[in-house]
């Protein structure tokens, strides 16, 4: 079972719309969490790190990070069709240095 | 800045044969990784540098697969007897340093075995 688990697995919401994705990790060493956007056929690209609790902005996208129940979520509003991808989370813990340990990642599509 | 660089983009072997990939890391980034990504198991960590020192290779398949960084500009992956089940893509990152900066992903190496 994957230490990082994400949900929905597929995502449709209207051009204009809110997109919220979720992320957990059952693994209590992580420290800090990454959203990674990849759209086909590129490579992934960071969108949002967050490791405090609490809220963090950047134009419109939002992460919430629940350092107890390790969870995390990313809102994106006023969805774009630009913004169709696949949504990586991954998190990294203090005792594994530097690597990534990505969840299975929700396929979103905004819809024109 | 060309960004992390990965060659080839492409590969095809034969079941059996060997495959190297090449990376090439932003230029001052310290700490390098390797990633493979398949539909099925989808993004998994293989091995990490750090100032060209192995630091973790816990993802790495204990036969066939090998990782080096003999300069501070390029690291290879190689993989002996490659087996079908070895397509992917292998992705390369690279960071300022280790710990909790942001990697940066090259376009990756589509590897076929056939």
């Known amino acids: 079972q994957q230490k990082v688990q994400q949900s929905p697995e597929s995502l449709i919401v209207p051009e204009g719309g809110m997109a919220s994705l979720n992320c957990t990790s059952s693994d209590r060493n992580v420290d800090y969490f990454w959203w990674y956007r990849q759209h086909s056929g590129k490579s992934p690209k960071m969108l949002m790190s967050i490791f405090s609790n609490g809220e963090k902005e950047e134009g419109r996208f939002t992460v919430h990070l629940n350092k107890a129940s390790l969870h995390t979520s990313l809102h994106i509003r006023d969805s774009q069709p630009s913004d169709s991808a696949l949504y990586l989370c991954?998190?990294?813990?203090?005792?594994?240095?530097?690597?990534?340990?990505f969840g299975g990642g929700t396929r979103l599509t905004v819809r024109p | 800045n060309a960004g992390v660089i990965q060659t080839p983009r492409h590969k095809v072997t034969g079941k059996g044969q060997e495959a190297t990939l090449w990376c090439e890391p932003i230029?001052?980034?310290?700490?390098v990784f390797w990633y493979r990504q398949t539909i099925v198991q989808g993004l998994e960590f293989l091995t990490y540098?750090?100032?060209?020192?192995?630091?973790?290779d816990s993802g790495m398949p204990k036969e066939r697969f090998s990782a080096q960084m003999p300069n501070q500009s390029h690291s290879t992956l190689k993989i002996q007897s490659t087996q079908p089940q070895d397509s992917a893509v292998y992705l390369c990152?690279?960071?300022?340093?280790?710990?909790?900066?942001?990697?940066?992903f090259g376009p990756g190496t589509r590897l076929t075995v056939l």
């Open positions: 230029s001052g980034h310290s700490a």
């Open positions: 990152a690279s960071s300022l340093r280790g710990g909790f900066a942001e990697q940066f």
């Open positions: 540098f750090r100032n060209q020192a192995p630091i973790d």
């Open positions: 991954a998190a990294s813990g203090n005792n594994a240095g530097a690597k990534l340990t």
